[in-house]
């Protein structure tokens, strides 16, 4: 039968199979069906989310945060427990014992660690190589990608600044352009703003090996976050998902992306505030800097586990607007392929 008139399940085969093809390098670099990736999230990614992930063919990646060597192993212990598929562990670079939690991973034989956070130390980076395991590293542009790739990367994440929590300034579709048709040495994932499988696809027609989402994983069912912080991201829309910002240009603020809220209102009266104490003389510079940094000390943990959404960093990427329920993670996995294989399928009919 001629391709133009086959029966639609003969298409969808044929599309899922041209879909496998697409994210070929992706699947078998992280060892699972689909080249999908559960973006690492401080206190959201532990063992059941990452192993939800992972058993549903994904690659869920254990999010280290602050834990200290002892929590870590405990949470890798615990995500083996409850899953035989590969995952990762996602250790930020500034952490300071991480060449301590390197070695817990590499002792549990953790294939695939992620350095995040900044541009790793040439010292992590051959621990990490040297106990065996896959490194992943982000890449905000493409003469950085370029010199990750020499210095040992064995894969890339690209994170547009459509992205939930620490933003870099460039979005997604432009990293795209400027970073996928150049890395063909490893395996690239886009990250960002990405909640849908047609988004997914057409970034591996461009080159991509796969993709890292977090805010639709955070309101999965197997989610260990509140209620309230999952009912939050069902409510919001993309434009509610704004940047943390920056009210004088003396005193930085790192661009962290989340929902619009009480807290982040309170953060801008709060600088304005510790502004006039250092313009009056009742503060140094550094005093007030760090005022102003621990403005948000805890406020993840209190949105996520106690479900303070209105006082608390409700962290969230522009892709909570395609949050539509509190799904089973299986249910959303599929539903990214199926957009996908479905966009792959209308074309050859
Ligand atoms: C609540 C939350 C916490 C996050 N924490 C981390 C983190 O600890 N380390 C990290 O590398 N990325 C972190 N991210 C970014 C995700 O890993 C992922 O790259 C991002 O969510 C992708 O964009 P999306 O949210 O639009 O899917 C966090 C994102 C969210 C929403």
């Known amino acids: 039968m001629p391709p133009d008139i086959a029966p639609p399940d003969t298409r969808l085969l044929a599309a899922s199979a041209d879909l496998d093809r697409l994210w070929a390098r992706g699947r078998a670099f992280l060892g699972c069906r689909h ?12 063992r ?6 992972s058993n549903a063919g994904g690659f869920g990646v254990i999010a ?25 562990v996602n250790l930020i670079t500034m952490h300071p014992r991480l060449d301590d939690l390197i070695r817990v991973c590499i002792a549990h034989k953790v294939g695939h660690i992620v350095l995040a956070g900044g541009i790793p130390p040439g ?6 190589k040297d106990g065996g395991a896959r490194l992943v590293a982000f890449a905000p542009a493409l003469v950085l990608a370029r010199r990750l790739v020499r210095s040992g990367a064995d894969a890339l994440v690209i994170e547009g600044s459509e992205a939930g929590g620490h933003i870099g300034p460039v979005s997604v579709t432009v990293l795209a352009q400027e970073i996928l048709p150049h890395i063909r040495e490893v395996p690239v994932f886009v990250a960002g703003g990405i909640g849908r499988g047609e988004a997914i696809l057409a970034f591996l027609e461009m080159g991509a090996s796969g993709a890292q989402l977090g805010t639709r994983f955070a309101a999965a069912s197997e989610s260990i976050a509140h209620p309230a912080f999952k009912q939050a991201f069902v409510r919001a829309n993309a434009r509610d998902a704004v940047p943390s910002v920056q009210l004088d240009e003396r005193f930085p603020v790192i661009p962290v992306r989340g929902l619009a809220n009480a807290g982040t209102r309170r953060f801008l009266e709060h600088q304005a505030q510790t502004l006039r104490r250092f313009q009056a003389g009742e503060l140094t510079k550094e005093t007030a ?10 406020a993840l943990r209190r949105a996520v586990i106690d479900g303070d959404v209105e006082q608390g960093s409700v962290m969230a990427g522009q892709s909570v607007g395609m949050v539509g329920s509190v799904q089973p993670t299986g249910e959303i996995i599929a539903e990214l392929v199926g957009q996908a294989v479905a966009a792959l399928a209308a074309r050859a009919g």
Do not use: K, N
């Open 289 to 298: 800097q760090l005022e102003i940094e621990h403005f948000w000390a805890g």
């Open 48 to 53: 059941h989310l990452v192993a939800a992930i």
């Open 64 to 88: 280290c945060g602050s834990m200290g060597p002892d929590l870590l192993e405990r949470e890798i212990v615990g995500t083996q427990a409850m899953t035989a598929r590969p995952f990762g």
């Open 35 to 46: 080249a999908i990736m559960g973006g690492a999230m401080s206190w959201v990614s532990e």
């Open 123 to 128: 010292g992590a980076v051959r621990a990490v």
